[in-house]
């Protein structure tokens, strides 16, 4: 073979080699773009993924909003005085005790008077209270021992009181009237006999009925199926109302001629906390 045929074959070679690399580069460079575009997309650039949508905080069920109470004084067939009638129909009409039950503590005629939230009576009782008269409890009296209560000092305080069931010193169920000055409503005491406080109660007047510490003591049927089972079960509010003040001392909003009249019925009026 001539040199320059020889040439030719060499350059064909070299060409051929050439194209063939070429071509597997093509491919190479064709199967690389189709990664690429399946990774990237047509944009040339990797679209971000929508965000996750955070999860919502769903509210724990919330109760529902407790129904509104019915109030209307009701006394019943029970004729009640005047005073304690002005006080009940204002805690009624005021929502004053909001969604608790309540009690009236008429000292001058030594009764309590237990009603349900919306202003039904539920009870009223003889009782016996603290043995001196007054409407204020001596400064100091509530961390006294039983033995160091001069006589004098033995009230059972007038006003507007928050009352909490709970037990005493010897265990005993007490609704806490004034727990500062350690004053309760519980079961008639009758250890010492001489104190009489069974027959006190039992008389029709209300003269001998100031025998106390300046405790309310309450007969024990009416305490166990009247007092504990409603003021006796979560808190309440007991009114104690005066018996050297006026009324209007503790209470001036009941003393409106508007309370006098039985508190409206209905729905109105939103429970105070």
Not at 136 to 150: P, R, S, W
Not at 154 to 179: C, H, I, L, M
Not at 188 to 216: F, H, K, M, Y
Not at 248 to 272: I, R
Request: net charge positive; charged share 20%.
């Amino acid at each position: 073979m001539r040199f320059g045929a020889r040439a030719d074959e060499a350059a064909a070679a070299r060409r051929r080699d050439i194209l063939f690399g070429v071509g597997q580069g093509a491919l190479f460079a064709a199967v690389a773009l189709a990664v690429l575009y399946i990774a990237f997309g047509t944009g040339g650039f990797r679209r971000p993924h929508a965000p996750a949508p955070r999860p919502v905080a769903v509210a724990a069920g919330l109760p529902a909003s407790a129904p509104a109470i019915e109030r209307h004084l009701d006394f019943g067939s029970v004729s009640a005085p005047a005073d304690v009638t002005r006080v009940a129909a204002w805690a009624v009409r005021e929502a004053d005790n909001g969604d608790r039950p309540f009690a009236v503590v008429d000292k001058r005629r030594a009764q309590v008077y237990v009603f349900e939230p919306g202003g039904r009576l539920i009870g009223t009782s003889p009782v016996l209270l603290g043995y001196a008269s007054g409407d204020y409890t001596v400064a100091g009296v509530g961390n006294k021992a039983i033995e160091d209560i001069k006589p004098s000092e033995r009230t059972t305080p007038a006003g507007r009181f928050q009352s909490e069931p709970g037990r005493n010193a010897e265990g005993k169920e007490v609704v806490w009237v004034d727990y500062a000055a350690a004053v309760s409503m519980h079961r008639v005491i009758n250890d010492n006999p001489r104190e009489r406080r069974l027959q006190r109660l039992a008389t029709p007047t209300p003269a001998d009925n100031r025998i106390s510490w300046g405790c309310i003591n309450v007969p024990v049927d009416f305490f166990e199926k009247t007092v504990w089972p409603h003021i006796g079960q979560r808190r309440g509010v007991v009114y104690v109302l005066p018996e050297r003040r006026a009324l209007t001392a503790f209470f001036p909003a009941a003393a409106a001629p508007q309370y006098l009249a039985q508190a409206s019925g209905g729905q109105g009026n939103s429970a105070k906390p």
